[in-house]
């Protein structure tokens, strides 16, 4: 085989997309445009034999997750109060005592390699100067929480989680005990889509 195979090549219909040639314009083998000049524009099609293939690169192998590295699928919030930690407003700045078959779920999660943080408005950032209605400074009280928040979880779940009162694209689940689950798209709740599906199932005629 020749080191430079010839093969008449043009462009598709319209002007080349990489060098605005016209259509018309002849390429080799190689992918150079044999007009006035030349160039490496590659966006043509083969009017003839073979295509001359270039042989592929090697995968760069992909260097092992650094420890707290996120993983690819997102994260997961768990709530503070009232589902990961007793709620009792009468202890309130304080964390109450672990909800065992939670901390157990969480501590699952962790030893899969799952990123999860605590989702709490504990931490929330707020325009108001003092939090109400405890007339503390609310940015005080913030930085306070987050570092109860870090003592309860090295306590109870054997390490420091992230605290955070933010969702964000990459957060594919929360567990809270005020949130409603929607079905995607439609408004309405999945209490009401599970609803009409265990109606429908008794509803099925029963065979003999």
Request: charged share 30%; hydrophobic share 35%; with cysteine.
């Amino acid at each position: 085989m020749p080191d430079r195979l010839t093969i008449e090549r043009r462009h598709p219909p319209g002007s080349c997309k990489t060098c605005g040639h016209p259509p018309g314009d002849h390429y080799d083998g190689r992918g150079h445009c044999d007009a006035a000049g030349g160039c490496e524009c590659v966006a043509f099609v083969q009017e003839g034999a073979a295509v001359e293939k270039k042989p592929a690169k090697p995968k760069k192998p992909r260097a092992p997750k650094e420890a707290g590295e996120a993983p690819m699928n997102g994260w997961t919030g768990v709530d503070l109060d009232g589902v990961l930690a007793y709620w009792d407003e009468a202890h309130f700045p304080d964390i109450g005592p672990p909800i065992a078959p939670m901390v157990e779920r969480v501590q699952g999660w962790l030893a899969e390699g799952k990123d999860v943080r605590i989702f709490t408005a504990r931490v929330a950032r707020t325009a108001d100067e003092t939090y109400e209605p405890y007339h503390l400074n609310a940015e005080e009280f913030r930085r306070d929480q987050e570092h109860r928040i870090q003592a309860w979880c090295q306590q109870h779940l054997g390490r420091v989680l992230p605290v955070t009162a933010i969702k964000d694209f990459q957060m594919v689940e929360l567990w809270d005990d005020r949130c409603v689950q929607m079905e995607t798209n439609t408004g309405r709740p999945m209490v009401e889509v599970l609803a009409g599906l265990t109606l429908e199932v008794l509803r099925e005629p029963t065979t003999p």
